[in-house]
């Protein structure tokens, strides 16, 4: 009876210890990087830029949870690239919703991404695009993606955009 109430110990402890994974809190201009399952999640907690020059890698399994309503910049270069069976996902955290992913003059190349929750309110430094929005994409690959419960209150680009 004393071995199996040990070896329950253990079993909790090894679980409780892989089911809590700490947060990581991201923000501000990211150099070039890799996301992480072990990680994830990822909690934007304040607007995220690609900047120019720099690539944020995305693996797998990893979730982007917003806990603030910003945008997600892509400058630079973004490779989320997911599996059939693990994708990535761009989605609300704490905050009903979020700013879009923006790729303004930038690259993407997103495979099995979820995007959703996100929303746009165009006004004179905004621009429409619900979940995603590109201008001047250098290059942009959807594959595999599901873009859902986005809201954009404009449908028409009536300006140039702005990062």
Known sequence: MRMRTLLYAALVSTCAFYSTAAAVD????????NWTKANSPYR???????????TLTIEPGV????????????????????TE?????????????????RIFGGTADLRYVRISDGR??????????????????MHLTLDHCVINNNVSDQCLNVGPATP
């Open 44 to 54: 934007v907690t304040a607007e995220v830029v690609v900047p120019t020059g720099e």
């Open 85 to 101: 069976t693990d994708s990535i996902r761009f989605m609300k955290g704490t905050s009903p919703v979020w700013n879009r992913l």
């Open 120 to 137: 746009s309110v165009a006004g004179e430094t905004e621009s429409p695009g619900g979940g995603i929005f590109a201008d001047g994409a």
């Open 63 to 82: 979730d982007v949870l917003f806990d603030a309503n910003v945008h997600f910049l892509v400058q630079g270069t973004l490779v989320a690239i997911g």
């Open 26 to 33: 991201v923000s501000g201009t990211i150099s070039t990087t």
